[in-house]
């Protein structure tokens, strides 16, 4: 699993790892998108917004409200 922080003056990459972790969240890559790409590329209007691309590089699910972590890993197997 890869998360992108889209938003890098709300805070670096320390704080989302920190903020994943103290949710109970897995094994992931943290990235920083200082250009925005991902924003333009994934229409992202809503911080938080949880964007999984399956193997075709097709957007297969978007979720902007709060979840659980298992739904969300529930939400990527689906996908891939």
Known sequence: MLAVNVLPDAGGLRELEA???SRGGGDVVFAEDTRREALTAFQIRV???KVIVDRKGR?????T???SYEKL???AEQAL
């Open 19 to 21: 903020f994943w972790r």
């Open 47 to 49: 911080a938080g917004t």
């Open 59 to 63: 957007v297969a699910f978007r979720e």
């Open 65 to 67: 409200s709060v979840m």
């Open 73 to 75: 890993r529930s939400a």
